[in-house]
């Protein structure tokens, strides 16, 4: 059976590129970048040469960019780093209640050290207020810490305006941009972010690698004790193909932009149009515009989310019901619920997330499949 991928906001595959410019690096060139030797000190070029190539895309200084194995590390690494090392000025963190848990987690164990979080609650649509932002704002206040585009529901947060009123009050900003990045154009000039979590596997990169940009005028400690890898803030030895295939990845993704979003958003926008006329009492999730072109997130009363999934997987068919990394949990959707989604309707929700090789004829094949199986679930 041919299998019809639409769980691209959990993984993508490795473009083929990438895997080509990645596979030298496993086999000949594998020199351990910390060594004193050439094939050592070649690899520790080629990830400085690739560490400049991600920051040039950023539009950050190269010494302001980090490598991690994810995105989780990366919000990990920023938010406690520069949690404990502000601490002395402050101890509160605003954050939302729809972020990812890599998030959420870390800042529940940030309050074991009494640390205050303020975690903002966002309109129907998925999108918090900025007044009420501002309004949490205090003296104690050291970090805002806002998703760029939300995992599930694909709602795109207001960042520029975020980033004004860090700058306004001095408050350093750190956006979690795993979904955003091969997704949005991200410069964080721009945007005033101070601080940025990405990772690769989100645009068609490794698994295993992430990226965090922090600007070089935050303090940060490093969380993670060994080597002095990475300016002494990020313990391990270097995964050199990985290095190479993340910035191989966001160079094609960049470089591909529009093209994809306009790709992908013409399924999406398809999609929801035929499951609309199609299937009754639904409930699309998210704001229509201010979205990720690929997301569609929808609710489909009476019915089980975990056996819609199940049913899809026997016609071939690759889907979700939210966060790849809270799959098998009997819960709840977080996002949807903070939204204001009913418990019982949360868990009717069916996550469609489009990428580069979807095509029409899949959409439709999707479609089609998605009103036979919620029909007969349903009866």
């Excluded at 050290?113 to 309004?135: A, H, M, Q, V, W």
């Amino acid at each position: 059976m041919e299998i019809k991928y639409f769980d691209h906001a959990a993984t993508t595959a490795v473009d083929g590129k990438v895997l080509e410019a990645m596979m030298p690096y496993f086999s000949e060139n594998y020199g351990n970048p910390s060594s004193l030797y050439s094939i050592g000190k070649n690899n520790k070029e080629i990830i400085n040469i690739n560490r400049m190539k991600i920051a040039n895309i950023l539009n950050c200084k190269v010494n302001e960019i980090y490598f991690t194995s994810c995105g989780s590390e990366s919000n990990n690494l920023i938010l406690k780093g520069i949690a404990f090392a502000n601490r002395s000025y402050g101890n509160h963190i605003i954050t939302t209640q729809i972020e990812h848990p890599a998030i959420l987690e870390t800042c529940k164990y940030l309050e074991r050290f009494g640390f205050r979080i303020t975690y903002l609650k966002p309109n129907s649509n998925g999108i918090i207020d900025i007044n009420e932002l501002e309004r949490n704002i205090t003296r104690n206040t050291i970090l805002i810490s806002v998703m760029f585009a939300n995992n599930e529901i694909g709602t795109i947060q207001p960042i520029e305006e975020i980033g004004e009123i860090a700058k306004k009050y001095k408050i350093f900003f750190h956006t979690d941009a795993v979904q955003a990045m091969g997704n949005i154009d991200v410069d964080v000039k721009k945007y005033n972010i101070g601080a940025l979590s990405m990772s690769a596997h989100k645009f068609y990169g490794p698994k295993g690698m992430g990226v965090a940009y922090i600007n070089e005028n935050i303090p940060f400690i490093r969380i993670q004790d060994g080597g002095h890898q990475e300016k002494n803030k990020r313990a391990g030895t270097e995964n050199v193909p990985g290095i190479v295939g993340t910035s191989k990845a966001l160079e094609i993704a960049t470089e591909g932009l529009i093209t994809y979003n306009n790709h992908i958003k013409k399924l999406r926008n398809l999609y929801i149009s035929e499951i609309q006329k199609r299937i009754p009492y639904i409930k699309i999730n998210g704001d229509m515009e201010k979205r990720l072109s690929g997301n569609a997130n929808i609710c489909f009363s009476g019915v089980d989310g975990g056996n819609l999934l199940v049913e899809l997987d026997k016609k071939g068919i690759c889907a979700s019901s939210g966060s790849a990394c809270s799959a098998g949990l009997l819960n709840p959707s977080h996002v949807l619920l903070a939204i204001g989604v009913s418990n019982s309707l949360a868990r009717s929700s069916l996550r469609i997330t489009f990428g580069r090789e979807n095509t029409l004829e899949d959409t439709l094949y999707l479609v089609d499949n998605v009103e036979e199986i919620v029909k007969r679930l349903r009866s």
